[in-house]
């Protein structure tokens, strides 16, 4: 199959890890037989200083016409100062917002040879596999109005959706059950929120859609409590834009290791935008230490959920599991010190490990 892949390596170890990620396509289309066309854009510091913007309307359009788009990372302590519009993060919700992406998935998967690096108990850890389906573009973030009032005495924010808000991003959340292990828990505050009780009605709702799948209505306190306490007890989970970025980072954080987490960001159709979760890291830019997984098995979810490469997408999961079962590891992982290895080398061993299954 031919497709085009749209790069946007960005600032700090961005362009490192975009590098290793598409290095690692390359090897999937030689392998599976597919035609991958590479086309490298500017975004974020550097197209700030190359063309004076964040994101470059030159880069808006390729990201428009292409079919999937991998992101490194963008920001650094050079553009920290700059007016709010000059600022490397604003080309990022600038492309987001251009693109009508809704959809945010965060899968957090424990790995047996990092469990010690998790903050939380092994034996509550381990085996750990689930996937964040986070609204992107409504709720209490977008809400209007959103202000202060009689002299800063009141203030106000507004939780607003809209019915086909909510209909496309539980939608998203039944798909992504269907392709794991069809368990989707529905996370709201419908005790409280008018907005939650639409949200659980819509799930009962699309659920008739999905026989195959298991739905569970989940509080989103008691959430917060499970995944720390139970991680383990989920497989999908599906919420709102703020209970979304709160739950999210909270599961970041079961893995103990920033450097390997992806993300995709979705719309409708199979266009999508993927990125490792962590930022530009400036602190270890240019050192060839940065880790290269989270960029690695964004590129997977690329596979996954753009081309619809299911096997492919396997493939490259499961070369990077092979590789850490080994121990390897970058400098980020607690692994044997005789088993670190920089970006490049760590690269290199996902793509021999492909290429070996
Ligand atoms: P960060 O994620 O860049 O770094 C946090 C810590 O984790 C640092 O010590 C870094 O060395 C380490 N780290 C991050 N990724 C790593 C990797 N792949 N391998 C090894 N170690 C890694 O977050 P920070 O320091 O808060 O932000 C740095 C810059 O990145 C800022 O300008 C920030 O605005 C930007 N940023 C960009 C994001 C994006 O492009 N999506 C997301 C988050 C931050
Ligand atoms: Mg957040």
Same mark, same amino acid.
């Given at each position: ?29 030689? /392998? ?11 975004? #974020? *510091?550097?197209? /700030? ?19 999937? /788009?991998?992101? #490194? ?15 490397? $993060? ?10 009508? @992406? ?5 899968? %957090? ?17 381990? *085996? ?14 977008? *809400? ?10 009141? %203030? ?7 019915? !086909?808000?909510? +209909?496309?991003?539980? $939608?998203? #959340? ?9 368990? @989707? ?24 859609? &999905?026989?195959? %799948? ?25 919420? +709102? ?5 709160? =739950? ?8 103990? !290791?920033? #450097? ?5 960001? @979705?719309? +409708?159709?199979?266009?999508? =935008? &993927? ?26 979810? @690329?596979?996954? &959920? ?5 096997? +492919?997408?396997?493939?490259? $999961? ?7 079962? !080994? *121990? &390897? ?29």
């Amino acid at each position: 199959m031919q497709k085009n892949i749209v790069l946007l390596p960005g600032d700090g170890i961005g362009p490192a890890v975009t590098e290793a990620a598409a290095s690692v396509l390359q090897q999937v289309a030689d /392998i599976f037989s597919h035609n991958f066309i590479f086309t490298s854009k500017m975004v #974020g *510091g550097a197209a /700030i200083d190359t063309l004076g913007e964040p994101l470059p309307a030159d880069t808006l359009q390729a990201c428009k016409d292409t079919d999937a /788009i991998l992101l #490194g990372a963008v920001g650094g302590p050079k553009w920290d100062q700059q007016p709010p519009q000059l600022r490397p $993060e604003k080309g990022l919700l600038q492309l987001r917002k251009g693109l009508g @992406l809704f959809a945010n998935l965060r899968p %957090v998967k424990t790995f047996p040879s990092l469990l010690a690096s998790s903050p939380l108990k092994q034996e509550i850890v381990a *085996g750990s596999d689930l996937l964040i389906v986070r609204e992107l573009t409504g709720g209490l973030y977008f *809400g209007l109005p959103s202000e202060r009032r009689d002299n800063g005495q009141t %203030v106000v924010d507004t939780l607003h959706y809209e019915k !086909s808000e909510i +209909e496309r991003i539980v $939608e998203t #959340g039944f798909q992504s059950a269907m392709l794991r292990d069809k368990r @989707l828990a529905s996370v709201d505050k419908a005790n409280v929120l008018e907005s939650s009780k639409l949200w659980r009605e819509i799930v009962d709702e699309k659920s008739k859609d &999905y026989p195959e %799948v298991s739905v569970e209505h989940m509080l989103v306190d008691s959430t917060a409590m499970k995944l720390i306490t139970n991680p383990t007890y989920f497989d999908v989970i599906v919420t +709102e834009n703020l209970f979304g970025d709160i =739950l999210s980072d909270e599961a970041s954080v079961l893995t103990g !290791s920033l #450097g390997l987490l992806p993300s995709a960001s @979705l719309r +409708e159709d199979q266009l999508g =935008l &993927y990125e490792p979760v962590h930022g530009s890291a400036p602190d270890i830019a240019g050192k060839d230490i940065a880790n290269p997984l989270g960029a690695i098995l964004s590129a997977a979810m @690329l596979l996954r &959920y753009s081309f619809e490469m299911e096997r +492919e997408a396997i493939a490259v $999961e499961a070369a990077v599991d092979d590789v850490l079962q !080994s *121990g &390897y590891g970058t400098q980020d992982m607690q692994v044997n010190p005789e088993r670190i290895v920089g970006t490049q080398e760590m690269t290199s061993l996902v793509i021999e490990q492909l290429t070996a299954a």
